[in-house]
């Protein structure tokens, strides 16, 4: 069956994460010379970033959305969790239990995949597509589709667009954003849109030490990454 989607694994040539850095990470001890625990981690990130620099730009470009976001999204996200696990593991489960319980497809649309981690639901309402109305053989295509970089820089770049339209209705330069309003934006991403605009902004300018600055954290990060971020991206 033709994926409706795009053409599978076109384009990715750089290694996924896999159950064996999974376990060099989590398991084994800090160790730079022999590139165990956090500094794996780490390597990893830095390797994607740099290899894909040329994907980043060009899509963050092309979707009119700030490199720093695309890419400081792209460090928050790789590694971790196996790719392939969520897209042919969790996926499946979360699938089973919409069947059980009834409930459409909701807990699967809200599996992450590829390497940027992007929900399903969120890919979908980015191609434009109602996430309701995906079948459990779209739901696996799209996740297919998303284990290429290729395609899921350019469709996370493009929902990045979308999360500061949501914020910032009207706005007309959506790639020269303060930092406030890439911190924003970023946070969505990680957080949703469920909370208010306003509290995000109060995390954001809350006192060092204050709870509330907690889910702001993902976009603050960034901004603090940008010189090494820029360093890698050749900037």
Not at 60 to 87: D, N, Q, T
Not at 190 to 215: C, H, Q
Request: proline letters at 3%.
């Amino acid at each position: 069956m033709k994926n409706q989607f795009c053409d599978v694994n076109s384009t990715s040539s750089f290694p996924k994460w896999n159950g064996i850095d999974f376990a060099l990470w989590q398991y084994f001890p800090d160790d730079e010379m022999l590139v165990t625990g956090e500094p794996r981690l780490w390597a990893y990130k830095a390797a994607y970033l740099s290899y894909n620099r040329d994907k980043i730009k060009k899509y963050a470009l092309s979707e009119r959305v700030p490199i720093l976001l695309l890419a400081g999204v792209a460090v928050a996200e790789v590694g971790g969790v196996p790719e392939r696990a969520k897209s042919y593991g969790v996926l499946q489960v979360y699938q089973l239990l919409d069947l059980f319980k009834r409930s459409g497809n909701k807990k699967s649309n809200s599996t992450s995949v590829g390497s940027l981690a992007i929900q399903l639901r969120a890919a979908a309402e980015t191609l434009g597509i109602d996430p309701e109305t995906l079948t459990s053989t779209q739901q696996l295509q799209l996740a297919n589709c998303l284990l290429d970089d290729d395609f899921n820089i350019r469709i996370v770049a493009g929902h990045l667009r979308d999360l500061i339209i949501y914020d910032n209705p009207g706005i007309i330069d959506t790639l020269n954003i303060t930092d406030e309003q890439l911190i924003l934006a970023a946070s969505r991403y990680n957080r949703g849109i469920e909370r208010r605009k306003e509290d995000f902004i109060a995390s954001i300018n809350a006192e060092v030490g204050s709870p509330m600055r907690d889910y702001s954290s993902y976009g603050r990060v960034i901004i603090k990454r940008r010189n090494i971020i820029n360093k890698i991206l050749g900037m």
